[in-house]
């Protein structure tokens, strides 16, 4: 966690006076020092947390934040839906719909799916999208915490975030998620200084330089044949792929194409990365599916490519870099769970 974030939560804590009645918090909220106790309260999980965070709502607030697993609006099946950009509900959680105690609970569970050595870089993120944590975040959660189906949803500018207990059937991450970052303002320049996931990027162009030219030419996408963004419907395995397959790839490629999908995976907890890989070796894993690289919006024609995407029976994961970082994921463990995208 950042200096400004553990100062902003040692201001709630000095400024709200936490308690343990009413939320709960000495018993939820992980690694927090509650006022009059000596001892760190225990870990609790995103999925406890929601139970925590539901159990803390008014009427007014569940009515406007909490709905059925199955509910509906002009988006489609609310629960699934991804966007680059969006607001699951109306109300900001700065807003004062909500209380400082609420906001808390939303912090840690949101930290709960991340693992800890990247929160300092989400919390960047949001920060340099849309002006800090919650300030242009809103939350919903589905179902009935606590049951066989109840998944938290986080949106906001460049995050649909989930956490489901693997309440959601066939699905990594309780659904599609959507992660971003425009590090310096919308149009980034071509080493895309500060974002905190160009990263992912330059590792999979070391890749394509270990290519040998016939395999960049297989892997590279000429203009202007590149997917839209948002386009990460299955294709199944009769699917035709763009691209390399990765099971013809030399023993070195394909160990460092595993470090490439390891570098994708890295931001969020454990369980859901393993969920990635055991959808993954449904299909026959890595060696299933391809790499592309797109010559289009290749930002200072410089040839690291700032577009790419790894895609296979039931796996999309598609990097747009340009003009600045937007990344789709769908992975599943069988082509024929649809997608709700736009």
């Given amino acids: 966690m950042s200096m400004y974030e553990s100062a902003n939560r040692r201001d709630f804590l000095k400024h709200t006076g936490v308690v343990a009645a009413g939320v709960g918090l000495s018993a939820a909220l992980p690694n927090v020092r509650v006022l009059g106790t000596e001892q760190p309260a225990p870990t609790s999980t995103p999925e406890s947390l929601t139970k925590v965070l539901y159990d803390s709502l008014s009427p007014k607030q569940r009515e406007a934040t909490c709905f059925a697993w199955d509910h509906e609006d ?3 099946l609310l629960r699934t839906h991804v966007s680059a950009n969006w607001d699951i509900t109306d109300h900001f959680l700065s807003s004062d719909f909500y209380t400082n ?3 808390e609970i939303v912090r840690h569970i949101l930290e709960g799916i991340i693992q800890p050595e990247w929160h300092d870089r989400i919390y960047k993120q949001l920060r340099d999208d849309s002006g800090g944590f919650g300030k242009q975040n809103s939350f919903a959660i589905f179902g009935e915490p606590g049951s066989d189906q109840c998944e938290f949803v986080l949106t906001g500018r460049h995050m649909t975030l989930r956490a489901d207990g693997n309440t959601t059937p066939h699905v990594a991450f309780g659904g599609p998620i959507f992660y971003g970052h425009a590090a ?4 980034e ?10 990263p992912q990027a330059q590792m999979a162009n070391n890749l394509y330089q270990m290519l040998d030219g016939e395999q960049q030419q297989a892997a590279l996408v000429r203009k202007p044949d590149m997917p839209g ?4 419907y299955f294709e199944g395995a009769e699917g035709e ?3 390399i397959p990765i099971g013809q790839l030399s023993s070195d490629q394909q160990e460092h194409m595993q470090a490439v999908l390891k570098k994708l995976i890295e931001p969020y907890r454990q369980s859901d990365q393993d969920e990635v890989v055991a ?4 299909h026959g894993g890595l060696e299933a599916c ?7 919006d290749d930002i200072g024609n410089d040839g690291v490519w700032d577009n790419w995407r790894l895609e296979g029976p039931a796996f999309v994961w598609h990097f747009r870099g340009a003009p600045h970082v937007h990344c789709w994921v769908n992975v599943a463990d069988s082509p024929d769970v649809e997608l709700n995208a736009g």
């Fill in 279 to 282: 959808c993954l070796d449904q």
């Fill in 290 to 296: 391809h790499l592309a690289f797109y010559q289009e």
């Fill in 101 to 103: 105690e609420q906001r």
């Fill in 189 to 198: 320049k071509p080493d895309h200084p500060g974002n905190v996931f160009w």
């Fill in 241 to 243: 792929f763009q691209g």
């Fill in 229 to 232: 963004e948002d386009d990460v």
């Fill in 184 to 187: 310096q303002g919308f149009n």
């Fill in 74 to 76: 002009g988006r489609g």
